[in-house]
């Protein structure tokens, strides 16, 4: 993550003068722990008091949620993070963060007051136990969430000549997580300087790893062409043969895959340890943090004890005194205020030059090429994107050649590639993940849902400019599994900008703004049969966009017909077509009618659409997309809110799989045909059923 745009204010109390490490620190405020006994234990220690006053507050009822120690690892949590060296080195952690953290930042108190959910907070009480973001660290609460970000992040690095590299790491429970493989093969063709680290401590959360995990641990890693190393933290020289294998993957810039043994004292989860006491006993017994401080003169361990026990103290009632988490202003939206007028990054391309484009698909393709030409960011990533297949609707033909080190072909892996997208967007590029079918997003939901619309709401400063393009909706006879529109899957995801123009709107101009001018990852739908279709405005002019609509100025809603319709068709994306078609139907029959095309779907362009709507008799909205929980369901909601006192309906694909048979799917799919009767329903008359008395 860029650094100086990603350290987030300590804040905190002024009561005290409390330093947040013991230790003498670099530049960008990581420990210095030397390689003597004295030293590893008396850091190790620090962070076991850590872990056993956070169980103590939980205990005593000052403690909410969750939080996972790692009593008995925390030797093993140190030593790779203590080689890190290079201040572009970065971490992506997991749920038992604790000891990573403290070895990067020495925030001690920043740690408590988080997880206290005090002001002073590292994450001002946003992130807890769990959700960590220091400079160049992350932690996560889903299992191999975080993988496939530290992928791109090391794709970041590679681009950059960034002698840095990425550690990733992982606990042996992680093995069943789909995305982890995704995120190694990634590593291993793309060359890239990442190290995965897998903590293994035989245990999941209750379950032994031998119940769970087949094979060998560091096969896995092996098996994509990763150097293997396997590291015990009770073995003498433990620290150095960690600092080895760091410098190792330091020199030679590629994939490292290290796998150290390890045993966890305590529970997984506050008090859930169901271990029957031999097992604990033995655990104990091979406890290496002690075996380190018996190995000590008794005097210095005893002075260690006890400089640490009174730092631990001070750092105790510092974050007592710390008031509560609270929000300056209670947030009601992850996007930015006043960000549906103003721009990060003037676009260069203007409509003129799409509008000399042909039809969509040569308007996307020519967009992608300007972008690629003048924005060194932009970086593509896909299925079978290279020439000279260029995408499996030829969307980026030709780019790849231009374009070699800037066009990746990647593997099949939806979640890998958007979460390697993201750690892109997060390290300053404009990433572009081009997902072959949009039935697919749902293969990497997870990095969508709890990963790239979670930075900007959760971390200070923190933006992920991420684009992912897809082609949607049926009328090809692919079937059931790849033609549907799931946009309303999409538009249930907080902070997610979803758009869906049409061959009416400039969609490279739609592009270029999602992907240089809006700072928030973006799923940009472009439906299948608009690909060849020529581009026009056919007088078609923009609505007024209301500046308190984010993105409503980018993304714009066309509009026209009638000034005074008898019927208003709103409709997005490939149901323009059909609902022209339908218009002219209509006014055959002497109706006028008015025909709304917003391309911004969420955020919900609320204030826009009202001033356009609110004042009419009659609205229809057409979705190929079912009706059910969706932009029209949103519409349908908002005008009442407003007091709408119109009719309205929605025309839609019923919830039913699309069949694959042309014939079959024309009758689910709504048509104009479809589309008029709905509308001429409107004009029937009808009566308000009276409500019954419950006497009768």
Request: hydrophobic share 40%; aromatic share 6%.
């Amino acid at each position: 993550m860029n650094r100086e745009s990603h350290v987030p204010s300590l804040g905190g109390p002024s009561v005290s003068t409390l330093p947040i490490s013991r230790f003498p620190v670099d530049e960008f405020g990581k420990p210095f722990i030397p390689l003597d006994d004295a030293s590893l234990y008396s850091f190790g220690s620090l962070i076991r008091a850590t872990e056993e006053l956070l169980l103590q507050l939980f205990s005593q009822g000052l403690l909410s949620g969750t939080t996972h120690t790692a009593l008995g690892q925390e030797l093993c949590q140190m030593a790779v993070v203590r080689a890190l060296s290079d201040p572009d080195d970065a971490i992506f952690s997991n749920h038992r963060n604790h000891g990573h953290f403290l070895t990067y930042t020495g925030n001690f108190r920043g740690l408590i007051e988080e997880i206290m959910g005090r002001e002073g907070g590292i994450c001002g009480g946003r992130g807890g136990s769990q959700h960590l973001a220091y400079r160049n660290f992350h932690s996560d609460g889903v299992q191999a969430g975080l993988t496939a970000i530290g992928v791109g992040q090391a794709l970041a690095r590679k681009r950059r000549n960034s002698s840095g590299i990425v550690v990733v790491i992982v606990g042996d429970g992680t093995m069943g997580e789909g995305l982890l493989y995704e995120s190694l093969n990634m590593a291993s063709i793309w060359e890239l300087p990442v190290l995965f680290v897998v903590e293994n401590n035989r245990i999941a959360q209750t379950t032994p790893t031998a119940l769970t995990t087949g094979g060998c641990i560091g096969a896995r890693g092996a098996a994509f062409g990763l150097r293997l190393w396997r590291l015990n933290d009770a073995d003498e020289n433990f620290f150095q043969r960690a600092e080895s294998v760091v410098e190792e993957v330091r020199q030679m810039r590629r994939a490292g895959f290290l796998v150290i043994d390890c045993m966890r004292l305590g529970p997984h989860s506050k008090g859930d340890d169901l271990r029957d006491e031999r097992e604990l006993r033995v655990i104990r017994d091979r406890d290496p943090l002690e075996r380190l401080g018996s190995g000590l003169a008794p005097h210095v361990r005893r002075e260690i004890d006890a400089a640490n026990q009174l730092f631990m103290a001070d750092v105790l009632e510092v974050a007592q005194q710390s008031p509560a988490a609270k929000f300056a202003t209670t947030p009601t939206t992850l996007f930015a205020r006043g960000s549906g007028s103003q721009s990060s990054i003037s676009i260069t391309p203007g409509p003129s030059q799409f509008a000399a484009a042909g039809n969509v698909r040569l308007a996307l393709n020519t967009a992608l090429r300007t972008m690629l030409s003048e924005h060194p960011e932009v970086v593509l990533l896909g299925e079978d994107m290279h020439d000279p297949y260029g995408g499996a609707f030829k969307v980026t033909a030709g780019l790849s050649t231009g374009f070699p080190d800037r066009v990746i072909s990647t593997p099949l892996s939806e979640a890998g590639i958007i979460g390697a997208g993201i750690g892109l967007a997060l390290e300053g590029a404009r990433p572009i993940v081009e997902m072959m079918f949009a039935d697919f997003l749902t293969l990497g939901i997870d990095q969508i849902l709890n990963h790239a619309v979670k930075f900007p709401g959760m971390f200070p400063n923190c933006q992920v400019p991420l684009v992912i393009r897809t082609p949607s909706g049926g009328r090809r006879g692919y079937g059931p599994t790849h033609s549907q529109s799931p946009e309303n899957i999409m538009l249930a995801v907080p902070g997610l900008t979803v758009v869906f123009g049409s061959h009416r709107h400039a969609v490279g101009e739609l592009l270029c703004r999602a992907v240089l001018d809006w700072p928030y990852p973006t799923i940009f739908f472009e439906h299948k049969l608009l690909y060849a279709m020529e581009m026009s405005r056919l007088g078609y002019h923009e609505l007024p966009a209301n500046p308190s609509d984010p993105a409503a100025a980018l993304f714009p809603t066309l509009v026209r017909g009638s000034q005074d319709p008898d019927v208003t068709i709103v409709a997005y994306g490939g149901m323009a077509p059909w609902a022209e078609k339908a218009a002219t139907l209509l006014e055959q029959e002497e109706l006028e009618v008015e025909i709304v095309l917003p391309s911004l779907l969420s955020p919900l362009p609320k204030n826009t659409l009202l001033e356009a709507l609110s004042m009419r008799s009659k609205i229809a909205i057409v979705e190929e997309a079912h009706a059910g929980f969706g932009f029209g369901a949103e519409l349908g909601a908002l005008l009442l809110e407003s007091g709408f006192a119109g009719r309205f309906t929605r025309i839609a694909t019923p919830p039913v799989p699309i069949p694959a048979a042309r014939s079959l799917e024309q009758e689910v799919i709504p048509g104009e045909k479809q589309i008029v009767n709905g509308i001429l329903k409107l004009f029937e008359s009808y009566a308000i059923p009276s409500v019954r008395s419950s006497h009768q």
